[in-house]
Antibody, heavy 119, light 112 residues
Framework: EVQLVESGGGLVQPGGSLRLSCAAS????????MSWVRQAPGKGLEWVAN????????YYVDSVKGRFTISRDNAKNSLYLQMNSLRAEDTAVYYC????????????WGQGTLVTVSS | QSALTQPASVSGSPGQSITISCTGT?????????VSWYQQHPGKAPKLMIY???NRPSGVSNRFSGSKSGNTASLTISGLQAEDEADYYC????????????FGTGTKVTVL
């Protein structure tokens, strides 16, 4: 069974940093693109970033470029999102999702971790 | 990159059929057959229901179907059931320079 479990969320002040993790199991993690997708409270979904199987390609939505860094450790079956210079508008539940670029879709999602940026 | 436009809410009685629209542009919905639909129950993770406009993943009920015409994609739920009450989001690949994927504004489906 495919499982994605996020962790690392919490309350952080504006300008602060946070590192999210996503532990994957039930599939060959190193064979898949992975993405982070976020959802602000009461709002819709927003794609944030993705990373190729070997980490050689990474893409970001414009609003987080230069502040967020996506990475992965295939030996640990883990995906990460380093978030710096956090803003109030980054407040959201962050989901990690397995991506199928061939179909431009996300077939499995974790339960999410809440990041709150507030003073 | 603006979000794809969906109606805020759609409702129907058990057994009825409903359709949710998702309107974009030629840079996303109209330009590619890469429209997906996700179901999200309150406090839960999204679940993939449809990909590539009309394909159902294994395990998804055939009561869910998708289609597209021009810049508008649609999700139809037939034989509406109480468990279908949830939020639904469309998404598409986009050729925008600001993002790779764009999601819809979301539609709350209520079973009367």
């Amino acid at each position: 069974e495919v499982q994605l479990v996020e962790s690392g969320g919490g309350l952080v002040q504006p300008g602060g940093s946070l590192r999210l993790s996503c532990a994957a199991s039930g599939f060959t993690f190193s064979s898949y693109w992975m993405s982070w997708v976020r959802q602000a409270p009461g709002k819709g979904l927003e794609w944030v970033a993705n990373i190729k199987q070997d980490g050689s390609e990474k893409y970001y939505v414009d609003s987080v470029k230069g502040r967020f860094t996506i990475s992965r450790d295939n030996a640990k079956n883990s995906l990460y999102l380093q978030m710096n210079s956090l803003r109030a508008e980054d407040t959201a539940v962050y989901y990690c999702a397995r991506e199928l670029p061939r179909f431009a879709t996300f077939d499995y999602w974790g339960q999410g971790t809440l990041v709150t940026v507030s003073s | 990159q603006s979000a794809l436009t969906q109606p805020a809410s759609v409702s129907g009685s058990p057994g009825q059929s409903i359709t949710i629209s998702c309107t974009g542009t030629s840079s996303d919905v109209g330009g590619y057959n890469y429209v997906s639909w996700y179901q999200q129950h309150p406090g839960k993770a999204p679940k993939l229901m449809i990909y590539e406009v009309s394909n159902r993943p294994s395990g998804v009920s055939n009561r869910f179907s998708g289609s597209k015409s021009g810049n508008t994609a649609s999700l139809t739920i037939s034989g509406l059931q109480a468990e279908d009450e949830a939020d639904y989001y469309c998404s598409s690949y986009t050729s925008s320079s600001t993002s790779l994927y764009v999601f819809g504004t979301g539609t709350k489906v209520t079973v009367l």
